[in-house]
């Protein structure tokens, strides 16, 4: 059974920064590619960032790069997503995935219960 827990969420004002982590449960963190999502109110859920098993790639909405980063560390069984020169724009709840089939990101399998984001203007 796979978890994923997402935290460090919370409310900041525009132009700052946050970072969420993402602690998964199991051996096989390591082996899967990962992703972050958000659903903003009364919009669908989207697509944030993906990073392969081992970090060599990843891949970016063109609304969040260059203030965005993901990263993962395999020994901690953990996923990030540093995000800087945050805007009121990006206030959602955000949400970690496993990729559904394995190391190169594909379509998430497993959803975390998601942080919320919220930022002021």
């Known amino acids: 059974q796979v978890q994923l827990v997402e935290s460090g969420g919370g409310l900041v004002q525009a132009g700052d920064s946050l970072r969420l982590s993402c602690a998964a449960s199991g051996r096989t963190f390591s082996s899967f590619a990962m992703g972050w999502f958000r659903q903003a109110p009364g919009k669908e859920r989207e697509f944030v960032a993906s990073i392969t098993w081992n970090g060599g790639l990843t891949v970016y909405a063109d609304s969040v790069k260059g203030r965005f980063t993901i990263s993962r560390d395999n020994a901690k069984n953990t996923l990030y997503l540093q995000m800087n020169s945050l805007k009121p724009e990006d206030t959602a709840v955000y949400y970690c995935?496993?990729?559904?089939?394995?190391?190169?990101?594909?379509?998430?399998?497993?959803w975390g219960q998601g942080t919320q984001v919220t930022v002021s203007s």
């Open positions: 995935a496993r990729d559904r089939l394995g190391s190169y990101w594909t379509a998430p399998g497993y």
